[in-house]
């Protein structure tokens, strides 16, 4: 006997009156939106989180039913996604913008006023793309046979207003274990990650078509999701470790740097749905009726712009700005330290411990030198420390020191555990030092 499928096929009426009610939740807050909108008045985070709600709600509904397959019920599915994914870029911008006299930013009056206009720009540009779909939706939905009152709103204000309000700050300082070592740490993966996106050679233009080489080529959702995590990641280890201790309280750059942390992880939220919107369902990467309909509602060399011009130059910004302030609390919180370690057995400091020494210095902040008969020698350059060798040789030393900071002085001590990996063989906490293809 043949199990008998789970899956029950039901009828577009009986779809019906499953999905009137998850549609007329949609269309009261998408009513209180254009009313919001078509009067100029400003969209609250609050009035774009509850579009994202209702939207992601009857994208779910349909989903589940699988109206994307359905010949009836797919263009409608497909603009209800488009609506929650612009819907998501808006909320992130607005909660920058609301954030932002909160982010203690040291930017000049010129970029502050640059970045607002551009900001507001791209979200007048998310807004009218909405309502566009929003019509369309309507439209289709009626086709369809569903009830739509596009007159009612809900009358209900708590959306329409943003509370400005806040508690006093009174929490305690915190006592966080090895919060100065963590601080040092998190800088150093910010650093890493704002010469990461700048190595990305992505800059504002003025020319559509640059943009469209750009995207998906070079920055797709995949790619910003990346950047994105990275920085989530500092930022996670800032909240967890920094935030609200001693060590915050007494460093001013720590209280400022917080945010040039938060400016380009929002900034990146807003490119990943923008980028996840162009790739998902504009038509110059997915082909058909529904994303031709798409790209006439959302003008996609606009959409371009937005992301490359607006998300991702401000991104980069932000990070630049911040990557400074880096600089300085690690000038300010890195301490040098000395050791002394074996010379590599049996040749000394030829061209590969010499390699792997000058390759640690590079890893972290800082100056790491080598000490050899009253003579530093910078541990950034192979050839200083191949001159140093020469010395270590001539004077036959056993042992040499190094100074720097903790952090590589402790590489090189394991470095030096291991005999300098003469043997191939690179711990767990040194595989950075690997050769590609060992």
Not at 40 to 62: G, H, N
Not at 197 to 223: C, G, H, M, Q, Y
Not at 389 to 398: M, P
């Amino acid at each position: 006997m043949e199990p008998k499928s789970l899956i029950q096929i039901i009828s577009e009426q009986e779809f019906l009156n499953i999905v009137q009610e998850p549609s007329q939740l949609f269309f009261t807050a998408s009513i209180d939106f254009s009313n919001i909108v078509e009067a100029e008045s400003e969209v609250s985070r609050k009035m774009y989180s509850r579009l994202m709600q209702e939207s992601e709600y009857l994208e779910s509904v349909l989903d589940e039913h699988g109206a994307r397959e359905n010949k009836a019920w797919s263009f409608f599915s497909e603009y209800i996604a488009c609506i929650r994914n612009l819907a998501i870029a808006a909320f992130y911008i607005k909660h920058i913008l609301d954030r932002y006299p909160y982010y203690k930013l040291k930017e000049s009056i010129e970029i502050k006023d640059e970045f607002h206009t551009a900001a507001t720009r791209t979200l007048k540009f998310i807004n009218r793309s909405i309502l566009n779909l929003k019509d369309e939706v309507i439209r289709t939905g009626k086709l369809n046979g569903l009830e739509i009152i596009s007159d009612r709103g809900s009358d209900d204000e708590f959306f329409k207003i943003e509370s400005n309000k806040r508690l006093p700050k009174n929490i305690m300082d915190d006592e966080v274990k090895e919060e100065r070592e963590r601080a040092i740490d998190l800088c150093q993966k910010y650093r890493k990650i704002a010469k990461m996106i700048d190595d990305a050679k992505i800059d504002k233009s003025d020319n559509v078509e640059n943009f469209r080489t750009l995207i998906p080529a070079k920055l797709d959702e995949k790619i910003v999701r990346m950047f994105k995590e990275h920085i989530h990641s500092v930022q996670s280890e800032y909240d967890t470790y920094v935030k609200n201790t001693s060590l915050e309280k007494d460093n001013e750059d720590l209280g400022n740097f917080r945010g040039y942390v938060s400016m380009p992880l929002h900034l990146l939220e807003v490119v990943l749905w923008l980028c996840h919107f162009y790739e998902r369902h504009e038509d110059d990467i997915r082909h058909g009726e529904c994303k031709q309909n798409i790209s006439r509602m959302v003008n996609k060399d606009e959409l371009l712009g937005h992301i490359v011009n607006f998300g991702f130059h401000f991104s980069k910004h932000f990070l630049r700005e911040g990557d400074k302030i880096a600089i300085a609390i690690l000038a300010e919180l890195v301490k040098n330290i000395r050791v002394e370690v074996n010379v590599p057995q049996p040749l000394g400091f030829h061209a590969r411990p010499s390699t792997y020494i000058s390759l640690i210095a590079r890893q972290y902040d800082g100056e790491l030198h080598m000490l050899v008969a009253g003579e530093k020698y910078n541990a950034k350059s192979v050839m200083s420390l191949l001159q140093a060798g020469g010395a270590i040789a001539d004077k036959g030393f056993k042992t040499v020191e190094f100074e720097g900071p903790q952090q590589a002085i402790e590489d090189v001590k394991i470095l030096a555990q291991y005999n300098y990996c003469e043997e191939g063989e690179f711990p767990r906490k040194l595989s950075y030092l690997k050769p590609e293809g060992v």
